[in-house]
């Protein structure tokens, strides 16, 4: 296997859950709830994130998630919008883009909202992706970038069992105009293979334990 | 951009500036030299070249070099133009022979370059 010819007739399921939630791909309509949250988690999204400030409307954010739909029926970029399954609310948004299908390698994007952090969903929904890409979408490479100022990013890539692999030195401008350096971090299938085996085990343990 | 000799304007290979991002502005070199002029340092020496251009005339940044990790000839030129490796990508494509390749990616910023050029104009 060497990577994905054709992404665009590539077909495979557009929803998966974890233990406390689900991922799916975006629809038309999802702009209200995901403007909400962005509203509400200004504050903490802003200095990492170029979209969130100034604050887009939800006539702009309507917008995006129409394209988001739109790149996913692509295959250019995969963004999953995540559901609390216990009632529904909107968590946040983790994402596969810089896709190269050749390889096939991607990169994870994650936020989650402001009332909900603190639980583990992003460290959850990066590992519900990481699976999703390893063994649904035939994924070799799986990167995570944060700028090395974001110590919360960067303890989620590092608890979801990813590798330091690098630092990109002023390779992005800032709004005030400074440059930022970003962490690599990444994952390769042989890794992700072993962890799996790993939990499945646990899995298996666990559920004997319980009988 | 095309290479060429000055000597006698035979055609030397390949080199250039891609991947750019001019929001930074930040780019990454890639070069080639034809087998009969291997070993000459005319890679090293274009590289010299178009990174002094990159930071001198474009207002560059951030330059990188990216190279196969079993290509030591190419990471060479990298080391020997002053550029540091900052990352190995694993398993980032695959290469001519089925297998897949890591790729090592080599960094300057514009400080170490003007440090470079003070170090150069002070010898």
């Avoid at chain 1, 994870?108 to 590992?127: D, H, M, P």
């Avoid at chain 2, 190419?74 to 790729?103: F, I, M, Q």
């Amino acid at each position: 296997m060497t990577g994905v010819d054709q992404p665009i007739l590539f077909n495979f399921p557009e929803q998966f859950e974890t233990t406390r939630l689900i991922l799916r791909a975006p629809k038309p309509g999802d702009g209200k709830m995901i403007n909400e949250a962005i509203v509400e988690s200004h504050t903490e999204l802003k200095p990492w994130l170029t979209w969130a400030d100034p604050l887009p409307t939800l006539e702009r954010s309507e917008e995006m998630n129409r394209l988001s739909v739109a790149q996913y029926i692509q295959r250019k970029v995969m963004r999953m919008n995540v559901i609390q399954k216990s009632d529904g609310q909107f968590v946040g948004v983790t994402s596969l883009h810089h896709i190269d299908w050749s390889v096939p390698a991607f990169e994870i994007g994650y936020w989650v909202r402001t009332s909900l952090a603190g639980k583990g969903y992003a460290k959850e929904s990066v590992q519900g992706i990481t699976d999703f890409a390893f063994s649904t979408l035939k994924a070799e490479r799986i990167e995570i970038r944060c700028d090395t100022r974001n110590d919360r990013s960067a303890a989620v890539a590092q608890r979801a069992g990813y590798t330091l692999e690098g630092r990109f030195r002023h390779d992005m401008r800032e709004k005030d105009d400074t440059l930022s350096d970003a962490f690599v971090f990444g994952m390769i299938r042989p890794e992700w293979e072993t962890l799996h085996q790993n939990s499945q085990a646990t899995m298996v343990t666990t559920a004997n334990a319980g009988n | 951009m095309l290479l060429f000799r000055k000597s006698d304007g035979l055609y030397v290979g390949g080199s250039g500036l891609h991947r750019i991002d001019w929001s930074v502005p930040a780019f990454e070199i890639g070069y080639w030299v034809r087998t009969s002029l291997e070993g000459k340092g005319y890679i090293s020496e274009a590289v010299i070249g178009i990174t002094n251009f990159g930071f001198g005339i474009l207002g560059g940044e951030r330059i990188e070099i990216r190279c196969d990790t079993r290509n030591d000839r190419s990471a060479n030129v990298a080391k020997r133009a002053g550029y540091s490796l900052e990352s190995t990508l694993r398993h980032d494509s695959w290469a001519n022979d089925g297998t897949l390749r890591d790729t090592h990616v080599f960094g300057m910023i514009r400080p170490e370059w003007e440090t470079l050029q003070k170090t150069n104009k002070g010898g």
